[in-house]
């Protein structure tokens, strides 16, 4: 199979810094190909193959794929499966930027060398969510090129975080269905009612979600719990007035003397003392 160069020259708008399209299975012409740029696709209806890097990957919906120069890649449809995804090319030095400004090296240097791209299953909401955002690219005056510009790397900055860096800081070998638990655990609406909810969550028993947790977290149900927990107080603490005893309850804990002992075995110091540090 012949192998096609795309030039960024040609596949990335040089005023706004990307492209963003749509692309039908029943329509385009897929070529095995290779590129000098960035790009993150999003699955929105159907299944197909993903041919990337001489091998064969099953595209489903609510995946999200990143793709590096290093990759070749193409899309093939099978018999009469059909499948259509939106996808946004990016600059080499949109992503350099990008980093530069997110810090954590270790991940890029994971994300960009790893043998296969990073490869995420979103849920339904957040799937809705980024394409409506993807699509919004395409609706902002254009006329406008740095306003573009901005609300696409707004678009990057959150997919990085939210999504990739996360995934390549876990073990590769952690099940998909568990990564998105905990991106689902994040929410103050689920980690406020604690196991329970991560229980309902799952779909498990909760012998089998506590070992699963244990065996690629390597804490206790209970520990990953406060630990969202005591992370969203922190960003509470430094960024609102609300009461260090109403964080406590809002948060999921049931007892303020056992929230207290909680905060300060993670932190090392007070509520109000970290309050205070972090707000003066």
Same mark, same amino acid.
């Given at each position: 199979? /012949?192998?096609?160069?795309?030039?960024?020259?040609?596949?990335?708008?040089?005023?706004?810094?990307?492209? $963003?399209?749509?692309?039908?299975?029943?329509?385009?012409?897929?070529?095995?190909?290779?590129?000098?740029?960035?790009?993150?696709? @999003?699955?929105?209806?159907?299944?197909?193959?993903?041919?990337?890097?001489?091998?064969? /990957?099953? @595209? =489903?919906?609510?995946?999200?794929?990143?793709?590096?120069?290093?990759? =070749?890649?193409?899309?093939?449809?099978?018999?009469? /499966?059909?499948?259509?995804?939106?996808?946004?090319?990016?600059?080499?030095?949109?992503?350099?930027?990008?980093?530069?400004?997110?810090?954590?090296?270790?991940?890029?240097?994971?994300?960009?060398?790893?043998?296969?791209?990073?490869?995420?299953?979103?849920?339904?909401?957040? &799937?809705? &969510?980024?394409?409506?955002?993807?699509?919004? @690219?395409?609706?902002?005056?254009?006329?406008?090129?740095? &306003?573009?510009?901005?609300?696409?790397?707004?678009?990057?900055?959150?997919?990085?975080?939210?999504?990739?860096?996360?995934?390549?800081?876990?073990?590769?070998?952690?099940?998909?269905?568990?990564?998105?638990?905990?991106?689902?655990?994040?929410?103050?609406?689920?980690?406020?009612?604690?196991?329970?909810?991560?229980?309902? @969550?799952?779909?498990?028993?909760?012998?089998?979600?506590?070992?699963?947790?244990?065996?690629?977290? &390597?804490?206790?149900?209970?520990?990953?719990?406060?630990?969202?927990?005591?992370?969203?107080? $922190?960003?509470?603490?430094?960024?609102?007035?609300?009461?260090?005893?109403?964080? $406590?309850?809002?948060?999921?804990?049931?007892?303020?003397?056992?929230?207290?002992?909680?905060?300060?075995?993670?932190?090392?110091? =007070?509520?109000?003392?970290?309050?205070?540090?972090?707000?003066?």
């Amino acid at each position: 199979m /012949k192998t096609y160069f795309y030039p960024a020259s040609v596949y990335v708008n040089g005023e706004s810094g990307y492209t $963003c399209r749509h692309n039908y299975s029943g329509t385009e012409n897929f070529q095995l190909h290779y590129h000098d740029y960035y790009e993150i696709f @999003l699955m929105i209806s159907g299944e197909g193959i993903h041919y990337v890097n001489g091998e064969r /990957k099953p @595209l =489903t919906d609510h995946s999200l794929i990143f793709i590096r120069p290093s990759d =070749t890649h193409t899309y093939i449809r099978e018999q009469d /499966k059909k499948f259509s995804f939106i996808n946004l090319t990016f600059t080499k030095e949109t992503f350099e930027n990008l980093f530069s400004y997110i810090g954590n090296p270790e991940a890029k240097e994971k994300l960009i060398t790893s043998k296969m791209p990073p490869l995420i299953f979103v849920e339904k909401l957040e &799937k809705e &969510k980024l394409l409506s955002r993807f699509e919004a @690219l395409n609706t902002l005056n254009w006329e406008e090129p740095k &306003k573009r510009e901005a609300r696409m790397k707004l678009l990057l900055m959150d997919i990085f975080v939210n999504f990739f860096i996360g995934a390549v800081e876990r073990k590769d070998n952690t099940p998909s269905w568990l990564e998105m638990l905990t991106e689902k655990m994040n929410h103050p609406s689920h980690f406020s009612e604690g196991i329970p909810k991560m229980l309902e @969550l799952s779909g498990y028993s909760r012998e089998h979600l506590s070992r699963s947790v244990k065996k690629h977290l &390597k804490v206790t149900l209970s520990e990953f719990i406060n630990s969202l927990r005591i992370n969203w107080i $922190c960003n509470m603490l430094i960024n609102t007035d609300v009461p260090i005893t109403d964080l $406590c309850f809002e948060a999921g804990f049931s007892s303020l003397s056992y929230f207290y002992r909680v905060f300060k075995a993670a932190i090392g110091i =007070t509520p109000a003392d970290f309050r205070e540090r972090h707000t003066t």
